[in-house]
């Protein structure tokens, strides 16, 4: 194991209900970022937070919100989802230098989420 | 924006023998970083080989060797003695020196037959 875990690890909800992922790193890492996973397309950056701010946001639509509280948790918040965003959702983290320039990425298991 | 490009969506391999997965990536940047993660079935995605572009000799680790063209923006991956543990998802990852970003290739499906 990389260091990295996601919960919960399957998810299927409907399209008005409200649910969050949670990722957690023990690595001791200060950046952390999103992914979504679609089959046969290459894996989409959503967010990254340096040392909890965020610096990325890579035109996620607004039903997806991210939190992160400290620098070992990362939330992603969703609301009103469609069905496109069924996907694999992954989770990485790495360590960013003072100048905000990180290195290898850890990644999660991953929340296969299923949106009906 | 940089793209990576992986042209081989599905490869197979006997046992014991050697593949070679390809990878292309556009960048106008000089410095950068690029990377070989392997994805297997329900498992995580973990990093196989980093390579520095500012480094010529090639990176290697243990089966795994790159082919690094900077000049042709190729960087591919040989895997040799394939075993059937090397089963997976391949993916080519860059990453820019100087901003937090990193873009993935669309993967390669590795099969390894015994």
């Known amino acids: 194991e990389t260091g990295v875990t996601q919960t919960p690890r399957h998810l299927v909800m409907g399209m008005t209900n409200k649910k969050s992922l949670k990722c957690e790193q023990h690595l001791g890492h200060n950046a952390m970022y999103w992914y979504k996973q679609s089959a046969k397309k290459p894996l989409e950056l959503m967010f990254v937070y340096n040392f909890k701010e965020q610096t990325e946001n890579n035109s996620v639509p607004s039903r997806f919100s991210p939190e992160c509280p400290n620098s070992s948790h990362l939330f992603l918040h969703l609301h009103t989802l469609q069905p496109e965003d069924s996907a694999l959702y992954l989770c990485a983290s790495s360590q960013a230098s003072s100048g905000g320039v990180t290195d290898t990425q850890y990644f999660g298991p991953g929340t296969r989420l299923t949106v009906l | 924006a940089q793209t990576v490009t992986q042209s081989q969506p599905e490869m197979s391999v006997q046992e014991a023998e050697t593949v070679t997965l390809s990878c292309t990536y556009d960048?106008?940047?000089?410095?950068?970083?690029l990377f070989w993660y392997k994805q297997p079935p329900s498992r995580q995605m973990i990093l196989v080989i980093r390579?520095?572009?500012?480094?010529?000799q090639n990176a290697t680790e243990n089966r795994f060797s790159v082919n690094f063209q900077k000049a042709a923006k190729s960087f591919s991956l040989k895997i040799s003695d394939s075993q059937l543990g090397d089963a997976a998802m391949y993916f080519c990852?860059?990453?820019?020196?100087?901003?937090?970003?990193?873009?993935f290739g669309s993967g390669t499906k590795l099969n390894v037959k015994p």
């Open positions: 390579q520095e572009a500012y480094k010529q």
């Open positions: 990852a860059y990453r820019s020196q100087s901003f937090n970003k990193f873009y």
């Open positions: 960048t106008s940047e000089s410095d950068y970083y």
